[in-house]
């Protein structure tokens, strides 16, 4: 990856989406009726690349009309209408329909008022069994009304803050919908974050109520949590209420209500008309370095962006089966909540990736009769790794799409879901952030798919490529900005009364400018190559490179489980580029591997970043959402103390860190 442009090159696409399915699109379909009711360009016919630019130049040149067609188009239900589309364009602090009031919720239980709904699975729920579970519509409904009542009952008003110690079960999303339709404000964890981790992001929003568990099953064995939710209620001032949800059969700890209780009675949900900007809920950065920043998005902001995500770039309806592998404690789990916004059924899975083996969500997919299916791109290569052969396996073919996010999927991963899943498949890459809650680019069912890039930016996304001196870039790399805002960007951030924190993550570069932290290139066919973080770039003599880069071209070497590069600035001036492999069962790092790897980097990438060391690792220290530490890491390889380089709370294996701390240690000693 260099600053310099790329040779202007047309390769053939893996994939192009049939005449058909283009037709059938509800983009297709947006389209045409934008064209008609709002000025949009019309589709090009024979030529959908050009088609998408053009409505996509319109929907970001023309912010407010596109908006609005959004809203109209998806019949988002006003309690109050808008005096306009946006009140303010400025960044931060866009306003968006100013005067409006609505209700997410209200939104998420459409499909319960149509009576041939009502006993249709909304939720499709699949633990470690693999045998789904249904939630009809109208089940869901009434459980979201009685937990919403009994919340107000509790005292529970709009703004006050509603925690999930969970795990993606059906009672997660009952709470979540409940929370939204009292107007209060949802925040959750994952069950197998630690007590400190937990704390470290419900103390900075002091919630008034916690749904909790008493444990769950991963891996096919029971994780006890009870002792860790009694740390909970203790370092947990402002709890009113504690409701327990018995997935391990544990009776409820003393004081606290029982689920069933809650939610037995089928009550019809009352909906809090809020203004758009109400807060909908809190998500949280990796934070692994000082607390975890906690991110507040506007009910709103949310459904607006999640409909036009879901509706027009998934291309979900009420037909389809949304199943995407994730936890409570990443956005894609709330991402994939909204899947009801559109009347799909969702499917929750909880268990872990790989049991009883490495083809488990492949089973889950066939099991629930999935059409939208979405996991990470580690998954992915994991299983190109194991040999899992899914078309041969699975009865996939119900399956339309397969997704993936968390990294950049690499050019093998394309290959391998083409070869073995199917030739037909729609194959989406897709990258945004928790700031968002949403996708900068990926998905577009009607554009070709090309290996190793992103089919587009999304819709309403002035995404741009920047150099260090702000002037746009095409075919070459530069800084993700957004340029105009999105709906669903943050309102601000909780204990943040100044806006400086909200200002320093995103504005800090370019001012009125949202910069993301992502090195990309925007080529000249419209299409999005995401490298990696830019705050861990690889500067080699003044040539940058991604690590996503370099994990891509070793990781393909059978005997690299996983791997870690960093950029090292010395004291002295000299630049240190470590790589630490963790290696494949039965490997060993000897001459001829530390040979390949480098020969391989050198060949693939660049003899400018070809490692310094190569260095075995007992394992790579992820955060809690399964993003690879570098910042950190590299911190600790320049010397700063662990408790200084690193937020214990944010990281999954802290012993590792510890590991690494002392090669730093004996490194400094040298």
């Not at 769950?216 to 009694?230: F, I, L």
């Not at 950065?285 to 770039?313: D, F, N, R």
């Not at 899992?388 to 093998?412: E, I, K, N, Q, Y």
């Amino acid at each position: 990856m260099t600053t310099e442009p790329q040779p202007a090159t047309q390769p053939e696409p893996l994939w192009r989406p049939g005449d058909d399915r283009i037709a059938g699109a509800q983009l297709t379909r947006f389209q045409k009726w934008a064209a008609e009711r709002y000025g949009a360009p019309a589709a090009i016919p024979g030529d959908p690349v050009a088609g998408y630019a053009a409505l996509h130049r319109w929907s970001v040149e023309e912010l407010e009309r596109f908006w609005q067609a959004v809203a109209e188009w998806f019949d988002v239900r006003f309690g109050t209408p808008y005096r306009s589309v946006l009140g303010d364009s400025g960044m931060p602090g866009a306003t968006w329909f100013p005067g409006a009031t609505l209700n997410y919720a209200e939104h998420a239980l459409r499909a319960a008022e149509d009576p041939a709904r009502a006993t249709e699975p909304a939720l499709l729920y699949v633990d470690e069994t693999h045998e789904p579970r249904p939630v009809g519509w109208a089940e869901l409904r009434d459980q979201v009304g009685s937990v919403a009542a009994a919340l107000r009952r509790l005292g529970v008003r709009p703004g006050d803050r509603v925690s999930g110690y969970l795990p993606n079960i059906p009672q997660a999303t009952v709470a979540l919908l409940a929370t939204a339709a009292v107007g209060a404000v949802w925040t959750s964890c994952a069950p197998d974050f630690g007590a400190r981790s937990v704390l470290d992001r419900f103390q900075q929003v002091e919630p008034v109520v916690l749904f909790t568990v008493d444990g769950y099953r991963y891996g096919g064995k029971e994780h006890d949590r009870t002792d860790t939710v009694a740390e909970l209620r203790r370092e947990l001032p402002t709890l009113r209420a504690v409701v327990h949800i018995p997935l391990l059969g544990t009776p409820a700890p003393e004081g606290a209500l029982e689920w069933d209780a809650v939610a037995g009675e089928a009550t019809v949900p009352v909906f809090e008309q809020v203004p758009f900007d109400h807060p909908l809920w809190v998500l949280y950065s990796s934070g692994t370095t000082g607390l975890p920043k906690a991110i507040v998005q506007s009910q709103g902001g949310i459904l607006l962006e999640h409909l036009k995500q879901l509706g027009l770039h998934t291309d979900l309806g009420p037909d389809d089966r949304f199943f995407w592998y994730t936890s409570t404690g990443w956005m894609m789990w709330n991402f994939l909540v909204s899947g009801l916004l559109v009347g799909s059924t969702v499917v929750l899975y909880d268990g872990s990736p790989g049991h009883p083996d490495t083809g488990a969500q492949w089973r889950v997919a066939e099991r629930t009769g999935t059409t939208f299916y979405g996991t990470s791109a580690a998954y992915i290569m994991a299983c190109r790794k194991k040999g899992v052969r899914p078309a041969r396996d699975f009865d996939l073919s119900r399956v339309t799409c397969v997704a993936t996010t968390g990294s950049p999927l690499p050019p093998d991963g394309f290959r391998w879901i083409h070869d073995e899943v199917a030739e037909d498949m729609w194959i989406a890459s897709v990258s945004g952030g928790t700031d968002v809650c949403s996708c900068f680019a990926g998905a577009v069912p009607t554009l070709p798919v090309y290996i190793g890039e992103l089919q587009a930016p999304g819709l309403g996304t002035d995404l741009q490529a920047w150099d260090p001196h702000g002037k746009p870039v095409t075919d070459e790399v530069g800084e993700l900005v957004v340029t105009r805002p999105m709906p669903s960007m943050p309102i601000h951030f909780w204990n943040d009364p100044d806006g400086s924190r909200y200002r320093d993550s995103y504005f800090e570069m370019f001012p009125g400018v949202w910069r993301h932290g992502d090195w990309i290139t925007l080529t000249s066919r419209g299409s999005v190559v995401i490298h990696g973080r830019s705050d861990s770039t690889l500067n080699r003599q003044g040539v940058r490179m991604g690590s996503a880069d370099i994990y891509e071209a070793v990781e393909r070497l059978p005997e690299i489980r996983e791997s870690l590069v960093l950029g090292v600035e010395q004291p002295d001036g000299g630049y240190w580029m470590p790589l630490f492999v963790h290696l494949a069962e039965g490997a060993v790092l000897d001459d001829a591997l530390r040979d390949r790897i480098k020969h391989t980097i050198r060949e693939q990438l660049s003899p400018r970043h070809v490692p310094d060391e190569v260095i075995e690792v007992p394992g790579v220290p992820h955060t809690l959402t399964g993003k690879r530490i570098e910042v950190p890491v590299k911190r600790l390889m320049q010397g700063t103390a662990l408790d200084k380089a690193v937020n214990p709370g944010s990281v999954d294996n802290l012993e590792l860190l510890r590991f690494y701390e002392r090669i730093a240690r004996e490194r400094g000693g040298r």
